[in-house]
């Protein structure tokens, strides 16, 4: 009888596999997020200054933002597992 955790079953990926594996879903997941922000907040501005609820320089401040909010995303991630390390990047 086999004993032992995960890393016993043949075929398991190792520490390393798994440590990259969550850096580049964590990588993926930031970049969506901030998309997403950034389509959110070009909503909210549109909707709001075709209604004439805000100021029409609060509205051009929120397309403002929501264009500065991608360019971050598109930071490298620095993922290092087992001495090595490699640059992510998400397009």
């Known amino acids: 009888m086999a004993t032992g955790g995960p890393a016993a079953r043949p075929g398991a990926p190792g520490p390393d596999t798994l440590t990259i594996s969550r850096q580049i879903t964590r990588l993926v997941l930031h970049v969506y997020a901030l998309r997403m922000a950034a389509v959110f907040t070009i909503s909210t501005a549109t909707i709001t200054l075709r209604t004439k609820v805000i100021p ?19 930071a490298p991630l620095r993922a290092s597992a087992g001495g090595r390390t490699m640059d992510i990047r998400c397009a």
């Not at 029409?56 to 598109?74: D, E, M, S, T, Y």
């Open 56 to 74: 029409q320089g609060v509205g051009v401040a929120g397309f403002a933002i929501a264009a500065a909010l991608p360019g971050r995303a598109n």
